[in-house]
């Protein structure tokens, strides 16, 4: 069972808060898809969708090798948070140009995009 510390634990990072805004209004999205938007590494943004996960409020799923987020909406008790997330989120001008800036890493394709994030990995250093 979920506790509340959990979920304040969850929601008491701003990468956090994105992730769960972008679930939001998205169905579902790609491991890869969250990284390049939050512009953290890899590793830093599977540690934040593990505790997302571990709370309870992101669900995921793999596909081979590459992982897909949605938010936990089949739990009756966080429907009325996610409700309520919803509708302080609209007062964030910050963030609602954020989830702006998503749209432009979702009209990527998940292929091309991991395609793109490994060619960059592969050049570094």
Known sequence: ????????????????????????QSKELCACQIHEWLGVTGATASKHMGILVASGLVLSRKDGRWVH????????NLRSLFNWIRRQLKADKELLDDLNKLNSVTACPPVELRKRQREAASTCC
Do not use: H, I, Q
């Open 1 to 24: 069972m979920t506790t509340p510390d959990d979920l304040f634990k969850a929601l008491s990072d701003r990468n956090r808060l994105r992730v769960v805004a972008a679930l939001l």
């Open 69 to 76: 987020y949605r938010l936990n909406r089949k739990d009756t």
